[in-house]
């Protein structure tokens, strides 16, 4: 541990951990997909931070837009009109869906679905909502208690009314069926849930576009038309919660888009800003804004709009579309799915290998018979095992990357080259031998 490490265990806490167990990222500074620690190593950031820093590091055109706001005006009243928040609603309403065109901004992806979850029970007078067993949707109360993750058990009791419906992991079917002979017997469920809860005492439905840490489980391409159906029939909102696979991740600029599906509320965080300030926004259909026309929108927070967030949020968007990033994310799906191919082919620990764009997720088996996975559901990686020592080699090798549970997640920024993925790739191959061949 160095001095500057030191100096600030002291004082502040790390997440999600016991702080004598956390492992911090030393980042002094970086550029691209690449970034330095303090000690000057050079790391390939596969996780792209914690999947938010989807532009890249080091974009001087997202800095120097944060900083020229700080200057001009840093500090404003929630409710305060300036350009750079009149500039951010443009620029969503240019990549959301059609419809979807009004905005609440605030400060993380969890405190988006916690605005989301207030407008929903107020638009529809409902007050139980249903979402997925296994999905994170952030660490607030109402946010935790839609997460399905055990990282909700220590905040139980948690909200009262999230009802849950099962996954679309097709390679471990919840209900043991193969696709496509399953008839998406995950999508069927929902209106079994749906009819069990009472309809017209549901609010709305939560889904990941991609179920994000919880896996990427790339769903079927009836699913998600098929619980945008079975919510229109019982006049249920479908809530698309982006924060993970919004902004490009996938190939396109949200991925509910790759079935053609028109959700009633978008939620998003992470690379709206590429991780360079905080914000989340809530997408609200336009007819549904409308409601709040007349109505008070009781939803609010001091740092809502925040002028450095709306000013970091429109340099990042035009910048995923003057250098083309969302396309790049498309083709280097392309490029990590044929990699991910190849690893597959060559090591028999992994058992599944499943990407939409560049997010990509190498599932890790003890025997590929049994499935049987390397590390158990919401188990340690601990210290002398395989995965342990897989974590190990990827860390030798300079990859920042995560390992959680079984799952090996591949999620480089959206600026990668072609050369870099398959630089990237082939330390993961190496990696692999070292520990499994
Ligand atoms: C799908 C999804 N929703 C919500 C969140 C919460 O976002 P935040 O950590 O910004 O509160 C996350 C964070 O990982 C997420 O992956």
């Known amino acids: 541990m160095n001095e500057l490490e030191a100096r600030q265990r002291k004082h502040i806490l790390f997440t999600w951990t016991a702080q004598n167990a956390a492992a911090p990222v030393r980042i002094k500074g970086g550029q691209g997909i690449w970034f330095e620690d303090h000690d000057g190593r050079r790391w390939m950031d596969f996780e ?24 001009t005006l840093a500090c404003a009243h929630p409710n305060a009109v300036f350009e750079a928040k009149a500039a951010l609603g443009e620029r969503l309403a240019a990549v959301t869906p059609p419809g979807l065109d009004r905005f609440f901004l605030c400060l993380s992806g969890a405190e988006a679905n916690e605005n989301a979850l207030k407008m929903a029970r107020a638009l ?35 909200m009262w009314g999230v009802q849950r419906i099962e996954d679309p992991f097709c390679y471990r079917c919840p209900f043991g069926q193969t696709y ?51 919510c229109d029939r019982y006049g249920i909102l479908l809530v698309a919660d982006e924060v993970f696979t919004g902004f490009g991740r996938t190939g396109k600029w ?26 989340g926004a809530v997408a609200v259909r336009h007819d549904l804004a409308a409601k709040f026309d007349e109505r008070v929108l009781q939803c609010g927070l001091t740092h809502h709009a925040h002028p450095i967030s709306c000013a970091a949020a429109v340099a990042t968007i035009d ?89 090996l997640f591949v999620a480089p920024p959206l600026c990668i080259t072609d050369e870099e993925m398959k630089l990237g790739l082939s330390l993961i191959d190496e990696a692999l031998t070292e520990v499994f061949a």
């Open 124 to 158: 529809t007078g409902r007050s139980k909502v249903i979402a997925r067993r296994r999905s994170y949707h952030g660490a607030s109360m109402g946010a935790s208690s839609l997460t399905g993750d055990p990282r909700r058990w220590p905040s139980e009791p948690d």
């Open 48 to 71: 792209s931070q914690v999947f938010n820093c989807n532009a890249g590091h080091g974009q001087r055109r997202i800095g120097e837009a944060i900083a020229e706001q700080a200057l």
């Open 254 to 279: 949200f991925a509910h888009q790759h079935w053609n599906v028109v959700p009633d509320i978008i939620t998003m965080g992470k690379g709206i800003t590429s991780g360079y300030a905080p914000l």
């Open 319 to 407: 910048l995923y579309h003057d250098t083309k990033m969302v396309e790049n994310a498309a083709h280097q799906g392309e490029v990590l799915a044929a990699g991910f191919a190849a690893l597959k082919a060559k090591h028999p620990v992994i058992g599944d290998a499943r990407n939409l764009g560049l997010f990509g997720v190498l599932e890790l088996v003890t025997d590929r018979e049994t499935r049987e996975p390397l590390v158990p559901y919401n188990g340690a990686i601990k210290p002398g095992t395989q995965a342990a020592r897989l974590k190990a080699a990827l860390t030798a090798r300079g990859l920042h990357i995560l390992l959680r549970w079984n799952y």
């Open 180 to 230: 496509p002979g399953c008839g998406v017997r995950c999508a069927e469920h929902l209106e079994h849930v749906v009819q069990m809860e009472g309809p017209d005492r549901i609010a709305a439905v939560f889904l990941e576009g991609v179920a994000g840490a919880n896996g990427g489980f790339v769903p079927p391409p009836e699913y998600w038309p098929r619980m945008r159906e079975i």
